[in-house]
Nanobody
């Protein structure tokens, strides 16, 4: 079955960087669009960044230029490099895929930006 496992979340100071990873299994990873979402306390889950099978990317305006999504099809892994983090980036970050069987989510990884 489809499984998504995120890692890399941590406590980081403002201005710092983190790289999140999402290891995927149970489907042909290279064929499908992959994305990252986040949910801050008391807020709705929101789209952050996505990457198509061909490598094209898109981002929410608030992270464009600071975050970079990438994928390694040989490792079935999608990454989110986050730079210049600020407290507004504090959230649980989720990996998502939409495959033939539907939408699937990972369990999430906590990112906290605080001094």
């Amino acid at each position: 079955q489809v499984q998504l496992v995120e890692s890399g979340g941590d406590l980081v100071q403002p201005g710092g960087s983190l790289r999140l990873s999402c290891a995927a299994s149970g489907f042909t990873f290279s064929r499908f669009f992959m994305s990252w979402y986040r949910q801050a306390p008391g807020k709705q889950r929101e789209f952050v960044a996505g990457i198509f099978s061909g490598g094209s990317t898109n981002y929410i305006d608030s992270v464009r230029g600071r975050f970079t999504i990438s994928r390694d099809n040989a490792k079935n892994t999608v990454y989110l490099q986050m730079n210049s983090l600020n407290p507004e980036d504090t959230a649980v970050y989720y990996c998502r895929c939409t495959v033939d069987s539907g939408i699937h989510w990972g369990q999430g990884t906590q990112v906290t930006v605080s001094s």
